[in-house]
């Protein structure tokens, strides 16, 4: 792994960290695609270790019990959706992973715009668990399956559900890529560098709660998102056709 764009990805990092923090989805939508740009080896692994120490964080900070009840059959669904997700992996060259992550930033993004509602019913929350264990152990972006179901959910349940559904089941698709020697101690020592912008973007997340509308945060998170994939799709075009 080349750890030139340290700086980058530091940057990256933390305005994801950011985003999930205030949304409850948003880490991977936006740094995956981007972290992927800078060096393909920052996708699946460290992406979803700092997703998981970002999750961490939130349901520490909550300082509630855990909000794990609604959420329960999208975690019992997503062990199946991760087995899935690592039998992909194993079949994709790194072009057409990127490709894949690409398209699914970009799906996500499209879909976000409620042009699909759907309501947070516990087959719809089985059915989005299983997409999120898929996607979220072959391309680090699990989120935007889960956020279909939580629209119509007020911010803070939906920020609280999720980062329990993310703490409780981010460590099956680490697991899995573990068992595939895809967590070797390079992506370990990648993802520890990172760490310090998670733990940044969360506490400014906490400092910045309550000072600015609902959605103006989650509209630039769109953009991003579809800037970010956009790049990514001609990249991995690129790659494919060189």
Known sequence: MDYGGDGL?????????????????????????????????????????????????????????????????????RLPGAWCGGLLL?????AWLGLLL?????????????????????RNLAV???????????TAVGGPPMALVYQTRKRLDGRDELAAFFLLTTPISLLLLFHQDRLPLEVLGASLRLA????AGYALARRLEGRFERHSPRQALLLLSLLAAGGLLLNSLWRLCA
């Open 9 to 77: 990805a530091l940057l990256v990092v933390l305005l994801a960290s950011l985003v999930q923090a205030w949304l409850g989805i948003g880490f991977a939508l936006l740094g995956a695609p981007l972290l992927y740009l800078l060096d393909p080896a920052y996708v699946p692994g460290p992406v979803l270790l700092l997703g998981f120490v970002l999750a961490a964080c939130m349901a520490v900070g909550n300082r509630q019990a855990l909000a794990w009840r609604r959420p329960l059959p999208a975690i019992l669904a």
């Open 90 to 94: 194993g079949l994709l060259p790194g």
């Open 102 to 122: 690409g398209a699914c930033v970009l799906l996500a993004s499209l879909s976000s715009y409620r042009w699909l509602a759907l309501s947070c019913s516990p």
């Open 128 to 138: 989005a668990g299983f997409c999120s264990g898929l996607l979220g152990t072959a």
């Open 196 to 199: 310090p912008a998670v733990l």
